[in-house]
Nanobody, 124 residues
Framework: QVRLVESGGGVVQAGDSLRLSCTAS????????MGWFRQAPGKEREFVAA????????YHADSVKGRFTISRDNAKNTVYLQMDSLKPEDTAIYYC?????????????????WGQGTQVTVSS
């Protein structure tokens, strides 16, 4: 059973940066692709970014492209989300997810494992 634990959330001001981390245990981390999603109050969970199993391919949602960067370190069983130039509309609970697909996955239903989420709040 794969377990995912996010960290790094917090309260920041608009324009600040945060780096989220998600560490996996169980399974072979390099066997599955990873993604980040977020859910704001009253809204559906939405795709943010994804990375293939060995990190050769990434994809970012248009809303975060140029500001957020997903990366992974398979030696540390960890995936990261570097968030720069944060905006109040980035406020949400951020979830990492793992998929047994090795390629980049953007569809929520194709993910097999989910973390518990970490809150990111951006004040104006």
């Amino acid at each position: 059973q794969v377990r995912l634990v996010e960290s790094g959330g917090g309260v920041v001001q608009a324009g600040d940066s945060l780096r989220l981390s998600c560490t996996a245990s169980g399974g072979t981390f390099s066997s599955y692709s990873m993604g980040w999603f977020r859910q704001a109050p009253g809204k559906e969970r939405e795709f943010v970014a994804a990375i293939s199993n060995i990190g050769g391919s990434t994809y970012h949602a248009d809303s975060v492209k140029g500001r957020f960067t997903i990366s992974r370190d398979n030696a540390k069983n960890t995936v990261y989300l570097q968030m720069d130039s944060l905006k109040p509309e980035d406020t949400a609970i951020y979830y990492c997810a793992g998929s047994w697909n090795t390629i980049v996955v953007v569809t929520r239903t194709e993910y097999d494992y989910w973390g518990q989420g970490t809150q990111v709040t951006v004040s104006s």
